[in-house]
């Protein structure tokens, strides 16, 4: 491997970002452009029976008010399903203003269109709407003894009960110590900076372009050209940059869709932003939840039985639940285990994706039981997650293809400064402030797409570089590694590759969600590149004009766009010299790469870390400062030391969050978010910002893909949130179950 790949290479998209030239979904310059405002329901259930539009649609400067009367119908019903694999990617298996049923609050009942903006808007306000409510059901209590053990949950993925081993009723029955603790969870709303923006401009009636922040252009691509009976070939999507997203667009709600509609009719480009409030009722959310942890111990804290069921809620129409007990259920060695979903139906839109699906939440509630377990049993947080470690997937019986656990459970340790912690609760003070330490484990699947994954690699006779793939870039720093991963491929200086992503007519990758980005785009890209390179090597090999000719292949290296042979480097000739010599002016090649089968082709596939934080806990008025986060990680080959940081710092920064502030807040009288605003739903800002030390421990991984990439995208967040509701309950004595924790619990 070539120096330049896992350098801590600076962005090469900073300087269009920081100058403004990045041009995001809802910026473009068009001619004649519209803009399209929704108008949500203000029932959570029941009819419309009737609408009066005659207000807006003489509004000044309104084009056309749509609503389920004259909206043309969508061609198929959309199915749920995940875009984890790069082809059709519906957030739900509902679309809205197709009848005159009312299935939650802020459901789109109509579309107006106006000149600008600020008109539409006003335009949305004077259309009146008329229901026939009836019951709701918005909070999952009001739904409990109405629940279900469903088939399947997460778009069908994943069946309703986990897989058991051994006779878990048994183990805890005779275990010598017991816990049976709940855990509750507020929902979560995603809430990127940019929301969710489509521009839709018609060519001619049946060639479409969408302006889409999407995590997936191909994705956006199949589904709305499903739902408006569309060749794929005839819509394209474009999705350069995009302003955040957290899941919120992984999968493809209504709007995109009915921006094309709204354009369609009225004969221009139209634009439709989601307002802040609407991006809480339109994208899915993470559902609220309640988590049961019943697991039994021998005297020195080894597992004997683990038992692990989850309720939560989800719309009427879909069967979805983050999947909270796949990870837990392999993170250690117990030879007893069950686990199960229910699921309870109320009104309010599919849940969805939300950053760390189904870990973030589901080792919370496993990490704070072992750190009751650590207490019941008077062992070390740290050596009681040892004694229990995973040597192979306890599930399967098969072997990790790769770890490194113990050894980020140690990096941490040290870094932190754990050694010689007293165990009492309550016994450190600083003033006014209690301080505590806790820790967990963080683990979190390797996901891969179940299709192959495409790039393309072409050379041009001046020795530079063009790499394609669909992906678009939402602030992971994507462009940056994958030219690192294509310059490493072809043998070129990082700064004779260009990367190019961004749009649906490029070889398909799939949405970058679950930590699998990275993996899919550089397997596909190393493979188009490598393959570029033997290609031309062996071309050089054949050419009776060429120093390499006759070489053994093999025995071919290239550095710095100069192929050599290994054992003799004086001989050898560039790429430029062997284009110009065959009068060719470019080549090209293309890599594809067929992930590991789901099953992990007879490995386990995770990605491991461990977490350390210190708080500080006013005891009088209920206040908590993270003062320190230690994390260390072993997520494979690191791409760019610099970016994985990053997204390992802020998914910390993250799991701060989960912890401590953010919450939805359902009013169950309107059905509506009570706090859908940035200023009334809690995030962190700089000041709540602790010290943050980030390490990882490369592990070499030859089964996940060709370059052993695991991701960093969601292990930084998991581990977290437990790590300091141990600490707050080190500093205070206090045991918190449920998140977010609050004053009002530490009081």
């Given amino acids: 491997m070539s120096p330049v790949l896992g350098a801590a290479v600076e962005r090469v998209d900073g300087m269009a970002k920081t100058t403004g030239t990045a041009r995001y979904s809802g910026e473009l310059n068009l001619p004649n452009l519209a803009h399209a405002v929704l108008v949500g329901a203000r029932v959570p259930s029941g009819r419309i029976i009737g609408i009066d539009c005659r207000r807006a649609s003489v509004a000044d400067g309104v084009h056309a008010v749509l609503t389920h009367l004259d909206l043309p119908p969508v061609a198929v019903r959309p199915r749920l399903f995940p875009g984890l694999f790069g082809l059709v990617a519906h957030g739900q298996s509902f679309f809205p203003m197709q009848d005159d049923v009312v299935h939650y609050a802020g459901q789109p009942v109509a579309v107006v269109v106006a000149d600008t903006i600020e008109r539409a808007e006003h335009a949305a306000t004077l259309v009146e709407v008329n229901y026939a409510e009836t019951p709701s059901v918005t909070l999952l209590d009001q739904a409990r003894d109405q629940s279900y053990e469903p088939e399947k949950i997460f778009g069908g993925m994943l069946p309703g009960r986990s897989p058991s081993r051994g006779d878990p009723e048994a183990g805890l029955r005779d275990a010598a110590i017991r816990l049976d603790v709940t855990y509750r969870y507020a929902p979560n709303h995603h809430n ?5 923006t489509t521009t839709a401009v018609w060519d001619d009636r049946d060639r479409l372009t969408l302006y889409d922040a999407t995590q997936g252009p191909t994705a956006t691509q199949l589904s709305v050209s499903e739902l408006l009976g569309l060749s794929p070939t005839r819509l394209r999507v474009v999705s350069h940059f995009v302003g955040g997203s957290f899941g919120c667009k992984a999968l493809i709600w209504a709007h995109p869709t009915l921006a094309a509609l709204a354009a369609r009719q009225v004969g221009r480009p139209v634009r439709l932003v989601l307002s802040r409030d609407q991006m809480f009722h339109s994208c899915g959310h993470r559902e609220e939840q309640e988590q049961r942890i019943s697991l039994g111990a021998d005297p020195d804290g080894r597992l004997t039985a683990l038992r692990h069921d989850k309720i939560s809620l989800t719309s009427h129409y879909d069967d979805w639940a983050e999947p909270s007990l796949e990870t837990p259920s392999v993170l250690y060695t117990c030879p007893n285990y069950a686990g199960g979903y229910r699921l309870a139906r109320g009104n309010i839109i599919s849940p969805t994706f939300t950053r760390a699906p189904g870990a973030a939440t589901g080792v919370f509630a496993l990490e704070s039981a072992m750190d009751e377990l650590a207490c019941e049993t008077g062992i070390d947080p740290l050596e009681l997650r040892l004694r ?33 912690r007293d165990p009492r609760p309550g016994q450190r003070r600083d003033g006014d402030w209690l301080v505590g330490t806790g820790m967990a484990s963080a683990a979190y699947p390797v996901a891969a797409p179940m299709n192959p994954q495409r790039a393309r690699a072409r050379l041009y006779g001046d020795g530079s570089a063009v790499v394609e793939a669909g992906i678009a870039e939402f602030g992971t720093g994507a462009l940056t ?9 072809l043998g070129l200086p990082f ?10 007519d490029l070889p398909n990758i799939a ?20 393959a570029l390179r033997d290609q031309l090597v062996a071309q050089a090999v054949a050419d009776a004009g060429s120093p390499l000719h006759g070489a053994d292949p093999g025995g071919i290296v290239v550095r710095d766009g100069r192929m050599c042979r290994r054992d003799s480097p004086e001989v050898g000739e560039s790429y430029v010299e062997l284009l110009q010599r065959n009068h060719l002016p470019d080549v090209d090649a293309l890599g594809s790469w067929q992930p590991p089968p789901p099953d992990g082709g007879g490995y386990g596939l995770h990605t491991f870390g461990a977490q350390f934080a210190e708080v500080a806990v006013d005891a009088d008025l209920g206040l908590v400062r993270v003062r320190r986060l230690v994390g260390v990680f072993a997520p494979g080959r690191i791409l760019n030391r610099r970016t994985a940081h990053s997204q390992l710092l802020g998914g910390m920064i993250w799991g701060l969050s989960q912890a401590l502030l953010e919450a939805s807040r359902m009013d169950p009288h309107t059905g509506r978010w009570a706090n ?12 709540d910002a602790p ?5 990882t421990i490369e592990v070499a991984d030859s089964v996940v893909n060709p370059l052993g990439v695991k991701g960093v995208g969601e292990i930084g967040i998991v581990g977290t949130a437990a790590a300091i ?22 009081l």
């Fill in 725 to 746: 509701a141990n600490a707050v309950h080190h500093a205070t004595g206090r045991r918190i179950r449920d998140l977010p924790i609050t004053v009002e619990a530490l």
């Fill in 388 to 420: 229990n470690h995973a040597d192979v997937d306890p599930t399967s019986g098969n072997p990790w293809s790769s770890k490194g656990l113990r050894e980020c459970y140690q990096r941490g340790a040290e870094l932190f400064g754990w050694a010689g």
């Fill in 495 to 504: 700064d004779r590759v260009r990367f190019v992503g961004g749009t649906s």
């Fill in 511 to 530: 949405a970058a969600v679950g930590s699998a980005g990275a993996s899919s785009t550089s397997s596909a890209v190393h493979l188009a590149c490598t």
């Fill in 676 to 687: 859908a605003s940035l200023a009334d739903y809690l995030v962190p800002v700089n000041a």
């Fill in 691 to 695: 010290e943050i030390v980030v390490d």
């Fill in 192 to 196: 990127p900076i940019e929301p969710s």
């Fill in 481 to 489: 590694a994958m030219t690192q991963v294509a310059a490493d491929g």
